[in-house]
């Protein structure tokens, strides 16, 4: 009897775990797929569904300022380099060795843990191309190698978080400044036969991830271009032309390859950079803001563009920081005022004064750069290994994490609104005074950076 009654018990006990769903099945939200109507993002149900996150920044392609490498022209002088001492296949096995530590689930847990809803994830053309004419890495059935992307996608899953794809890097660069691949190279809009081939392979790039991910309903949109033209100084108005017809014909072309997943537009400095919906006819876009200005009452008119635009189209903040006289609180009650999506710039970082700037959720400043130049392999995989896991003992949290975190549920501090800026007013006494803190410390080194850039010739 004793031993029916024990088999009966363990029996029980076995039937309810197996009735309890996973700590990812329980904890991930569904994520229904997400499209426009008028100037909100609503889901299939219709609910508008505001998205508040960060950028995965220095994943896909990286900047030295906030990355392990030093070279202010950019990564791809860097991975030339590095492509000629080794050989494509070994190098793109390095990055690879890179990405897999640079992000890992500990930071999606991180994300998801601050209240957030999506990521938006900076990506280069040579994550998945050996070349700038479009030879795709591929697996040994075949099919392209999109599986780190997968991963990612997998991940955002697992955390309830929805996915933005910015093709941040492209071949025939799309501006002129290093954080597209190489700082003063734009040719992708030149009217040449070359700039022609370019813009060929991005269509394919796009097409070919359009049809990878269509369907996907954790991929919230598709970012064609990362800051296309950059701030347009050297060029003339025949270069905005030709982007915006660039960026019809590749609508048009993923589009066509997915028809129902949001395609994002950057605008990048005010809406009338591209054009407005009406004059190609597209639909189911939202268009893309970057600010990083230096006083409220500009952070005030460039969002009151938004609001007068009048594109009947939703606006997304996707990178955003308050430099000089404005502060956070400014801009993030601001921005959750007028119902804007917003991700900041950016996730993690690593370089001087990192592990307290409010410029990422996550800093070390102890992580040692590569020397592309002189190092062996096993030392550059060791430097682009486990200890750059925000969760190596390297990284520590920024007073900045938990400071958004007050923001990332629609939260509108409406005093701040009033105020002259610079000095955060939500939060707590010590939260803002770490805030100040961190801003002034970040302040010292962006104008180092500056001047850096400056002597090589690199800023623009």
């Not at 269509?203 to 991929?219: C, M, N, P, R, T």
């Not at 925000?390 to 509108?412: E, L, W």
């Not at 970040?442 to 500056?450: S, V």
Request: charged share 25%; glycine share 8%.
């Amino acid at each position: 009897m004793k031993k029916r009654i024990t088999a009966f018990v363990l029996a029980l006990i076995i039937a309810l775990f197996a009735s309890v769903p996973s700590f990812a099945a329980k904890s991930a939200k569904a994520l229904p797929l997400l499209h426009t109507e008028g100037e909100k993002i609503v889901d299939s149900k219709g609910r508008e569904i505001t998205l508040r996150g960060t950028n995965f920044g220095g994943w896909g392609i990286m900047e030295d300022w906030f990355c392990p490498y030093t070279n202010p022209a950019g990564e791809d002088p860097v991975y030339e380099t590095l492509v000629s001492r080794f050989g494509v296949s070994k190098v793109h096995e390095l990055f690879k060795t890179y990405r897999s530590n640079w992000i890992t689930e500990t930071d999606f847990k991180n994300v998801a843990g601050l209240g957030m809803n999506v990521i938006r994830l900076p990506i280069w053309y040579r994550n998945f191309q050996k070349d700038d004419n479009g030879t795709w890495y591929r697996k040994s059935n075949g099919a392209i190698d999109f599986s780190e992307l997968d991963g990612i996608v997998s991940l955002c899953k697992k955390y309830g978080l929805y996915l933005i794809i910015d093709l941040h890097g492209l071949p025939g660069y799309q501006n002129d400044y290093d954080h597209c691949g190489k700082s003063k190279s734009m040719s992708l809009f030149d009217d040449t036969a070359k700039a022609a081939r370019y813009r060929k392979v991005v269509i394919d790039f796009w097409v070919q991830l359009a049809k990878h991910y269509k369907g996907e309903s954790a991929v919230a949109m598709y970012d064609l271009m990362n800051e296309p033209l950059g701030t347009n100084i050297t060029r003339d108005g025949n270069y905005q032309k030709a982007f915006w017809d660039f960026s019809d014909e590749l609508y048009r072309a993923v589009r066509k390859a997915d028809p129902n997943h949001i395609i994002c537009m950057e605008a990048i400095w005010d809406p009338s950079a591209i054009a407005s919906p009406d004059v190609y006819g597209w639909k189911n876009i939202v268009y893309q803001e970057h600010l990083y200005d230096i006083t409220n009452p500009t952070i005030l008119r460039k969002v009151n563009e938004i609001r007068d635009a009048g594109y009947n189209a939703p606006f997304y903040i996707g990178e955003f920081y308050p430099r000089g006289l404005t502060s956070f609180d400014y801009m993030l009650s601001l921005f959750n005022k007028r119902n804007l999506s917003w991700t900041t710039w950016t996730y993690k970082g690593a370089g001087p004064d990192a592990d307290k700037s409010p410029w990422f959720l996550y800093g070390s400043a102890d992580i040692e750069k590569i020397d592309y130049e002189n190092d062996s392999y096993s030392t550059l995989l060791k430097k682009f290994g486990k200890c750059l896991r925000t969760d190596g003992g390297s990284f520590r949290k920024n007073a900045f994490a938990d400071y958004v975190a007050n923001f990332t549920d629609g939260y509108v501090d409406k005093a701040c609104l009033s105020s002259s800026g610079m000095v955060e007013t939500a939060g707590t006494f010590s939260e803002r005074g770490a805030m100040l803190s961190q801003k002034l410390t970040a302040i010292k080194t962006t104008i180092l950076d500056w001047i850096r850039k400056l002597k090589t010739g690199d800023l623009l």
